[in-house]
T-cell receptor
Framework: TQLLEQSPQFLSIQEGENLTVYCNSS?????LQWYRQEPGEGPVLLVT?????EVKKLKRLTFQFGDARKDSSLHITAAQPGDTGLYLC????????????FGKGTKLTVNP | DTGVSQNPRHKITKRGQNVTFRCDPI?????LYWYRQTLGQGPEFLTY????????KSRLLSDRFSAERPKGSFSTLEIQRTEQGDSAMYLC???????????FGPGTRLTVL
């Protein structure tokens, strides 16, 4: 069974601080996706990383895929209250299945 | 492109009743997925379709659950004889077959009393 472990589970910071959240697995994924979800809404796709060692930037968000394609990180620079939400990582499962396997998420609160 | 839509957004039902949810995917997408999310958890896969064919079902999908995509466009998820444990957010997503980036709808929140 493929599992994705996300840490920390909860994070509360002040506006302007930097933060990093992690997504780890013992399994190899051919791609990994990051989503942000707000209460009562569906997840919104932020980025997909495919190549080991890949780094992608989305404004103040930097995503990295581990060299072995087993882990990923999301770094936010100068966090803003609008960044508040649940950050989920998801990897495509192996064995020919098209389903995504999700972590439990990191709940981020950015206080003004 | 209006994104993935789901109806209803909220459903409250009594235990034992049947419920049906609808998902309209992004129009060009030929793959459609159903997930379930409970409080404090990430979404869990239920089933997916490529066009009208249901290609995979999770062991989470008991006999009380059935999903259809009759014309390869919208899909319905029916739960028969609902139980309190069925209370969850039901999420639909769609993608192109050749590129597994899944785009989610807003979800249907089911509460079984």
């Amino acid at each position: 069974t493929q599992l994705l472990e996300q840490s920390p589970q909860f994070l509360s910071i002040q506006e302007g601080e930097n933060l990093t959240v992690y997504c780890n697995s013992s399994s190899v994924f051919s791609s990994l996706q990051w989503y942000r979800q707000e209460p009562g809404e569906g997840p919104v796709l932020l980025v997909t990383v495919v190549t080991g060692g890949e780094v992608k930037k989305l404004k103040r968000l930097t995503f990295q895929f581990g060299d072995a394609r087993k882990d990923s990180s999301l770094h936010i620079t100068a966090a803003q209250p609008g960044d508040t939400g649940l950050y989920l990582c998801a990897g495509d499962s192996q064995g020919g299945s098209e389903k995504l396997v999700f972590g439990k998420g990191t709940k981020l609160t950015v206080n003004p | 492109d209006t994104g993935v839509s789901q109806n209803p957004r909220h459903k409250i039902t009594k235990r034992g009743q049947n419920v049906t949810f609808r998902c309209d995917p992004i129009s060009e997408h030929n793959r459609l997925y159903w997930y379930r999310q409970t409080l404090g958890q990430g979404p869990e896969f239920l089933t997916y379709f490529q066009n009208e064919a249901q290609l995979e079902k999770s062991r989470l999908l008991s006999d009380r659950f059935s999903a259809e995509r009759p014309k390869g466009s919208f899909s319905t998820l029916e739960i028969q004889r609902t139980e309190q444990g069925d209370s969850a957010m039901y999420l639909c997503a769609s993608s192109f077959a050749s590129y597994n980036e899944q785009f989610f709808g807003p979800g249907t929140r089911l509460t079984v009393l």
